[in-house]
């Protein structure tokens, strides 16, 4: 296992266009994590799974925002009607229960032009 | 979750000892404290974690004075390659310990 990983690695999109972005975690970890981070600022918690269930949302994650992890393995994360305001690094992070830190992925950075 | 206060930056040079301080006056009984370190285009790498007193491990070590009022990481012999952003999160490691909450960091530049 390499790791998390993050597809794609970079997203251009228009104004208004739908994206999504895939997390594959570390197979064995039942957590996963959604951050978002802007140039200057760490990252800031979008949503958290454990297994399959959605446990918290924060109020960053807008109507325009949905995320799944269906039968608890990889997680997507879904952008409709993306904004200006969108562009960002969306990084995915897992865990095994509460162990010692998360293993974040190298994240998708997006733009919308 | 306790607020954490870290310096925005820090200069050292390639083989000198760098200390970085983190306030967290708020911490609470069940908080443990993490340091992470991101590099540009990166997600954040999980450095260290402890509760009290002093850990240590291959790449830094964590003092924590017994008040756990603040914390320090401190990073031995620094090369060009360690010029990053460092983030300091206080968290109860328990059940109900579920997501991070990173502040701005200290962004450590190392030169020659």
């Known amino acids: 296992d390499t790791g998390v990983s993050q597809n794609p690695r970079h997203k251009i999109t228009k104004r208004g266009q739908n994206v999504t972005f895939r997390c594959d975690p570390i197979?064995?970890?039942?957590?996963l994590y959604w951050y978002r981070q802007t140039l200057g600022q760490g990252p800031e918690f979008l949503t958290y799974?454990?297994?399959?269930?959605?446990?918290?949302k924060s109020r960053l994650l807008s109507d325009r925002f949905s995320a799944e992890r269906p039968k608890g393995s990889f997680s997507t994360l879904e952008i409709q009607r993306t904004e200006q305001g969108d562009s960002a690094m969306y990084l995915c992070?897992?865990?095994?229960?509460?162990?010692?830190?998360?293993?974040f992925g190298s994240g998708t950075r997006l733009t919308v032009v | 979750l306790a607020k954490t206060t870290q310096p925005i930056s820090m200069d050292s040079y390639e083989g000198q000892e760098v200390n970085i301080t983190c306030s967290h006056n708020?911490?609470?009984?069940?908080?443990?404290i993490t340091w992470y370190q991101q590099f540009p285009s990166q997600g954040p790498r999980f450095i260290i974690q402890?509760?009290?007193t002093k850990v240590t491990n291959e790449v830094a070590s964590l003092f924590i004075p017994a008040d756990r009022k603040s914390s320090t990481l401190s990073l031995p012999r620094v090369s060009l390659s360690d010029t990053a952003v460092y983030y300091c999160?206080?968290?109860?490691?328990?059940?109900?310990?579920?997501?991070?909450?990173f502040g701005k960091g200290t962004m450590l530049l190392v030169s020659p």
């Open positions: 992070a897992s865990s095994q229960g509460t162990a010692y830190g998360y293993t």
């Open positions: 197979s064995e970890h039942n957590r």
């Open positions: 799974f454990q297994n399959e269930a959605q446990l918290e």
């Open positions: 708020n911490i609470a009984t069940n908080d443990y």
């Open positions: 402890g509760y009290k």
């Open positions: 999160l206080v968290g109860e490691l328990a059940s109900g310990y579920s997501t991070l909450t």
